[in-house]
């Protein structure tokens, strides 16, 4: 790593190398020398370090001492080309060496005591036996004081006189001590203090434990070292520290005691090998307590109140699942709810109990502590279940507010990772239904709340428009909505809407309805959707009179859907001047079905390229041909509908590009989970969609130079095109009228009059913005510098592809109902009440999928019991050939 320091040194003819984990800027000589220190296991107090190393870079052979942090940073500066630094050398001086003044105690510390750290313990004492030269025996009884026989008898006195002497410290001023008998007095300002006149003071606050069961003697009349009867102790009144953790022990078995240990070197030959062992201590047992009580996690307070005994039950049995405990019910009923601990003995239990006449339940007695263990608990554990109601608490918190959920195999892994419960798909598939029951109510409640709801949606979104329709026993039958900012929009839209519907999934029957436009841009504008119990004349023909009051009937507005029959019936006779088409796809998919023998996608795309043909002349020869190749086909579509409804070029009104009704095909896909919900949560998962598109669009507007004045739809189809056009060959043929002859790519003459704003070849006419033609015509007329020029290229093209209408169509914001909780609704709207209709009760699965439309091709499925009949079935069985 880049911040790591490496240094490598030698003492005392050993290698050792140390990592400093800090930037060279930031380390100083003090923390160098205590990282020696612990590598070396020494004592940072009681030594010194001398720092010196030779510079490679200068070519010097004379040492460089290191003083100070300037002189560090040099030295680890210094690398050779190889980046490799010159080695460190560290001299170790002890304090007994220094010529600074010591007190006595700091005597005792000066004879180079070592820590145990970093030294290898079982060597440490595997020699407690093995005496060394100067090991002596003490006897407490009679204070003998012997050596082994063949090193000689020495005298305490004598003995400890030659340490003084190696000490060499003078504690009044640099002399030879002379301990009490020199008649000298003892300083107490070095730390001494006399015990018994003549002796030391036991120092137990310095780390020294006097543990002579036979009380102490002064076995010297001088008064220098207190020695103890039962066995003699390792001094620290100098400030040395007995460290057994460290791996030194005080042995003082039978009366002896190894003194090396207590801090004498024996001749450093020992210590010396321990030094670059590692062995730590062994570790400290530690005893374990038995299980303590703890905490359920639920977090239940006293008097505190939920809605009705099922939320207690819900709390209670999610925190069971969380934090693995298992509960049993005591007592169920109307008024109270009491559960308890399985394990005999557990105080844990709870006690709830219902409020006067509500049904809201409070805590009356909860007991959160658990004192048997989880473990015991594991058959309790085994049993859990469980339910919708988890499942749907689980969604609430991980999912808030949101009315898309995983679907169930997700919920399944989801339930088990965080509460360790197995549910199954059905209890993953309620549980989230239930999840959205709990954001907007049951499907029961929806309709009881629709007036209120469609209040606060009016009141959200002034000029919206909302009508509801129920039968003669009050129960729902049909519903409108319209938004005021779609209502708006829409007058400055093209006036072609598709409508279609598609029936609902959540038990009670009806289809969902959408009357949708198509902005400039091609993008969905949903203009009014609504509920009805059907697609039949009744229903078509009151949902066309509830649109009428907001799309006023005009020969200019033109309808696309499929060939419905109460459908189409129901727009003739609401909106008898406006134009009908077909739509070509599913008109494609029924012509499909009516050619045998021959490849059907081939006829299907025929026929949509016939339907898209801009000119009459080319559909007549095109159409003629089709005919003679598919009589069939074409016997049906003269049967079945009218070339006007569907044919591009015969087609009385403007539709522009709109011939199939994909826009509000694709709204069904994009509600099709929406679908299954109860009637509020579906509407308001529309509603919000729709503001999230008008959003989006409305940034669109907005984006790229205000000097843009087309939608980017026409301006790309002009840029792209801009090109061909600058090559064609131009003849002006009336300069008054704007009148061209353009030469085509094909070779064909092309009649184009601006003013008119139309070509030969319809597209100038149909889709409202120039062709390849006119925009030729209209540089010739450009370039030609006629000082009568009277438009730009902008006014070739309707307004309903400029930008300024299309970022008005958007300009208003759509806002979303609020949580019930904040809903502001008078009483006499919330005296209206409205009942559910009648639940469809359907036998077997549940049907997701709608019935295809006629000539819809299906997959088909293989039976799994006998092969696919085909031909070589018929010739030859099921035997491989």
């Given at each position: 790593?880049?911040?790591?320091?490496?240094?490598h040194?030698?003492?005392?003819?050993?290698?050792?190398?140390?990592?400093?984990?800090?930037?060279?800027d930031d380390?100083?000589?003090?923390m160098?020398e205590?990282?020696?220190?612990?590598?070396?296991?020494?004592?940072?107090?009681?030594?010194?370090?001398?720092?010196?190393?030779?510079?490679?870079?200068?070519?010097?052979e004379?040492?460089?001492?290191i003083?100070?942090?300037?002189?560090?940073?040099?030295?680890l500066?210094?690398?050779?080309?190889?980046?490799r630094?010159?080695?460190?050398?560290?001299e170790i001086?002890?304090?007994?060496?220094?010529?600074?003044?010591?007190?006595?105690?700091?005597?005792r510390?000066s004879?180079?005591k070592?820590?145990?750290l970093?030294?290898?313990?079982?060597?440490?004492?595997?020699?407690?036996?093995d005496?060394?030269?100067?090991?002596?025996t003490?006897?407490?009884?009679?204070i003998l004081?012997?050596?082994?026989?063949e090193?000689?008898?020495?005298?305490?006195?004598?003995?400890?006189e030659?340490?003084?002497?190696?000490?060499?410290?003078?504690?009044?001023?640099g002399?030879k001590?002379?301990d009490?008998?020199?008649?000298?007095?003892?300083?107490?300002?070095?730390?001494?203090?006399?015990d018994?006149?003549v002796g030391?003071?036991?120092?137990?606050?310095?780390?020294?434990?006097?543990?002579?069961?036979?009380?102490?003697e002064?076995?010297n009349?001088?008064?220098?070292?207190d020695?103890?009867?039962?066995g003699?102790?390792?001094?620290?009144?100098?400030?040395?520290?007995?460290?057994?953790?460290?791996?030194?022990?005080?042995?003082n078995?039978?009366?002896?005691e190894?003194?090396?240990?207590g801090?004498?070197?024996d001749?450093?030959?020992?210590?010396?090998?321990?030094?670059g062992?590692?062995?730590?201590?062994?570790?400290?047992?530690?005893?374990v307590p038995?299980?303590?009580?703890?905490?359920?996690g639920?977090?239940?307070?006293?008097?505190?109140?939920?809605?009705?005994?099922?939320?207690?039950q819900e709390?209670?049995?999610?925190?069971?699942?969380?934090?693995s405990?298992g509960?049993?019910v005591?007592?169920?009923?109307?008024?109270?709810?009491?559960?308890?601990?399985?394990?005999?003995g557990?105080?844990?239990?709870v006690?709830?109990?219902?409020?006067g006449?509500?049904?809201?339940?409070?805590?009356?007695?909860y007991?959160?502590l658990?004192t048997c263990?989880?473990?015991?608990q594991s058959?309790?554990?085994?049993?859990?279940?469980?339910?919708?109601?988890?499942?749907?608490?689980?969604?609430?918190?991980d999912y808030?507010?949101?009315?898309?959920?995983p679907?169930?195999?997700?919920?399944?892994?989801?339930?088990?990772?965080?509460?360790?419960?197995?549910?199954?798909?059905?209890?993953?598939?309620?549980?989230?239904?239930?999840?959205?029951n709990?954001?907007?109510?049951?499907?029961?409640?929806?309709y009881?709340?629709l007036?209120?709801?469609?209040?606060?949606?009016?009141?959200?979104n002034?000029?919206?428009?909302s009508s509801?329709?129920?039968d003669?026993?009050?129960?729902?039958?049909?519903?409108?909505?319209?938004?005021g900012?779609?209502?708006?929009?829409?007058?400055?839209?093209?006036?072609?809407?598709?409508?279609?519907?598609?029936?609902?999934?959540?038990?009670?029957?009806?289809v969902?309805?959408?009357?949708?436009?198509?902005?400039?841009?091609r993008?969905?504008?949903p203009?009014a959707?609504?509920?009805?119990d059907?697609?039949?004349k009744?229903?078509?023909?009151?949902?066309?009179?509830?649109l009428?009051?907001?799309?006023?009937?005009?020969?200019?507005?033109?309808?696309m859907s499929?060939?419905?029959?109460?459908l189409?019936?129901?727009?003739?006779?609401?909106?008898?001047?406006?134009?009908?088409?077909?739509?070509?796809w599913?008109?494609?998919?029924?012509?499909?079905?009516?050619?045998?023998n021959?490849?059907?996608?081939?006829?299907?795309?025929?026929?949509?390229?016939?339907?898209?043909?801009?000119?009459?002349?080319?559909?007549d020869a095109?159409?003629?041909?089709f005919?003679?190749?598919?009589?069939?086909?074409?016997?049906?579509?003269?049967?079945?509908s009218?070339?006007?409804?569907?044919?591009?070029?015969?087609?009385?009104?403007?539709?522009?590009?709109?011939?199939?009704s994909?826009?509000?095909?694709?709204?069904?896909?994009?509600?099709?989970?929406?679908r299954?919900?109860?009637?509020?949560?579906m509407l308001?998962?529309?509603?919000?969609?729709?503001?999230d598109?008008?959003?989006?669009?409305?940034?669109?507007?907005?984006?790229?130079?205000?000097?843009?004045?087309?939608v980017?739809?026409?301006?790309?189809?002009?840029?792209d095109?801009?090109?061909?056009a600058?090559?064609?060959i131009?003849?002006?043929?009336?300069?008054?009228h704007?009148?061209?002859?353009v030469?085509?790519?094909?070779?064909?003459?092309?009649?184009?009059n601006?003013?008119?704003k139309s070509?030969?070849?319809?597209?100038?006419?149909?889709?409202?913005?120039?062709?390849?033609?006119?925009?030729?015509?209209?540089?010739?007329?450009?370039?030609?510098g006629?000082?009568?020029?009277?438009?730009d290229?902008e006014?070739?093209?309707?307004?309903?592809?400029?930008t300024e209408?299309?970022?008005l169509?958007?300009?208003?914001?759509?806002y979303?109902?609020p949580?019930r909780?904040?809903?502001?609704?008078?009483d006499?709207?919330?005296?209206?009440?409205?009942l559910?209709?009648?639940?469809?009760e359907?036998?077997?699965?549940k049907?997701?999928?709608?019935?295809?439309s006629?000539?819809?091709r299906?997959?088909?499925?293989?039976?799994k019991?006998?092969p696919?009949?085909?031909?070589?079935?018929?010739?030859f069985?099921?035997?491989?050939?």
């Open positions: 790593m880049s911040n790591n320091v490496i240094i040194f030698r003492c005392e003819g050993h290698m050792y190398s140390v990592v400093i984990k800090n930037e060279v380390i100083t000589v003090s160098v205590a990282r020696i220190c612990k590598k070396l296991g020494i004592d940072e107090s009681s030594v010194k370090l001398k720092l010196s190393y030779i510079p490679l870079l200068i070519g010097s004379e040492q460089f001492i003083l100070d942090d300037e002189d560090l940073c040099v030295y500066l210094s690398l050779d080309k190889e980046n630094r010159c080695i460190l050398y560290v001086i002890r304090r007994s060496e220094l010529p600074e003044q010591l007190s006595r105690a700091g005597k510390s004879l180079g070592r820590s145990s970093g030294m290898n313990y079982e060597v440490l004492h595997s020699n407690d036996n005496f060394g030269d100067r090991a002596i003490l006897y407490g009884g009679n004081v012997e050596k082994q026989s090193r000689g008898i020495v005298a305490i006195q004598e003995m400890l030659a340490v003084d002497e190696e000490v060499n410290l003078d504690e009044n001023g002399g001590e002379d009490n008998a020199g008649g000298k007095e003892d300083d107490n300002a070095d730390r001494m203090e006399d018994n006149a030391m003071e036991d120092d137990n606050a310095g780390g020294r434990e006097d543990d002579n069961a036979g009380g102490r002064d076995c009349a001088g008064g220098r070292e020695c103890n009867a039962g003699m102790e390792d001094d620290n009144a100098g400030g040395r520290e007995d460290d057994n953790a460290g791996g030194r022990e005080d042995c078995a039978g009366g002896r190894d003194c090396n240990a801090g004498m070197e001749n450093g030959t020992q210590e010396s090998e321990m030094r062992r590692y062995i730590e201590a062994p570790p400290l047992a530690k005893p038995f299980m303590e009580a703890w905490e359920d639920l977090g239940l307070k006293i008097q505190q109140e939920f809605v009705s005994k099922k939320a207690v709390v209670v049995d999610r925190g069971a699942c969380s934090n405990f509960f049993e005591v007592k169920s009923d109307k008024q109270r709810l009491v559960l308890k601990c399985p394990k005999e557990c105080q844990w239990g006690r709830a109990a219902k409020i006449r509500s049904e809201t339940f409070s805590i009356r007695t007991s959160n658990h263990s989880r473990g015991s058959k309790c554990n085994s049993r859990r279940k469980g339910t919708p109601q988890l499942v749907a608490s689980l969604l609430h918190d808030p507010g949101q009315m898309e959920t679907p169930p195999k997700s919920i399944i892994e989801l339930v088990w990772n965080k509460l360790g419960v197995k549910v199954s798909y059905s209890t993953a598939l309620r549980g989230r239904n239930e999840a959205v709990v954001l907007r109510g049951t499907p029961e409640e929806s009881q709340m007036y209120c709801y469609l209040y606060m949606l009016e009141k959200m002034y000029g919206t428009i509801v329709e129920l003669e026993s009050d129960k729902f039958k049909y519903l409108f909505i319209a938004l900012a779609s209502i708006e929009g829409f007058q400055v839209m093209r006036k072609v809407i598709t409508v279609d519907a598609t029936f609902l999934k959540n038990g009670y029957g009806g969902l309805v959408f009357a949708t436009a198509q902005d400039p841009n993008h969905h504008y203009l959707f609504g509920v009805l059907g697609e039949n009744e229903s078509w023909t009151w949902f066309f009179e509830m009428k009051s907001v799309v006023p009937d005009s020969s200019e507005l033109v309808f499929d060939r419905n029959v109460s189409i019936n129901a727009i003739a006779s609401v909106f008898p001047m406006a134009h009908h088409a077909h739509c070509i599913h008109l494609a998919q029924n012509v499909r079905g009516h050619v045998p021959v490849n059907k996608d081939v006829v299907e795309a025929r026929f949509m390229d016939i339907a898209r043909i801009y000119t009459v002349p080319e559909f095109a159409y003629s041909g005919k003679t190749r598919y009589p069939s086909a074409a016997k049906y579509l003269e049967e079945s009218e070339k006007e409804k569907w044919a591009r070029c015969w087609f009385p009104g403007d539709r522009y590009n709109i011939d199939t994909n826009v509000v095909e694709s709204m069904n896909s994009v509600f099709k989970d929406a299954r919900y109860s009637l509020i949560p308001d998962t529309i509603v919000k969609k729709t503001a598109w008008f959003n989006t669009h409305r940034q669109e507007t907005v984006r790229g130079s205000s000097e843009r004045k087309l980017p739809l026409v301006e790309n189809f002009v840029h095109t801009w090109g061909e600058e090559c064609l131009v003849s002006e043929l009336n300069a008054f704007l009148e061209y002859s030469m085509g790519r094909d070779g064909k003459p092309y009649l184009v601006l003013l008119a070509c030969s070849c319809r597209f100038f006419d149909i889709e409202k913005y120039p062709c390849v033609h006119g925009l030729a015509a209209f540089i010739f007329y450009s370039k030609k006629d000082s009568n020029h009277v438009f290229l006014d070739l093209i309707s307004k309903y592809y400029w209408l299309w970022a169509a958007y300009y208003r914001t759509i979303v109902v949580d909780s904040q809903w502001d609704v008078p006499y709207i919330k005296n209206k009440k409205i559910a209709p009648k639940r469809i359907q036998r077997g699965r049907r997701v999928k709608r019935f295809p006629a000539g819809e299906r997959p088909r499925t293989q039976n019991r006998r696919r009949q085909s031909l070589q079935w018929l010739l069985g099921n035997r491989n050939v």
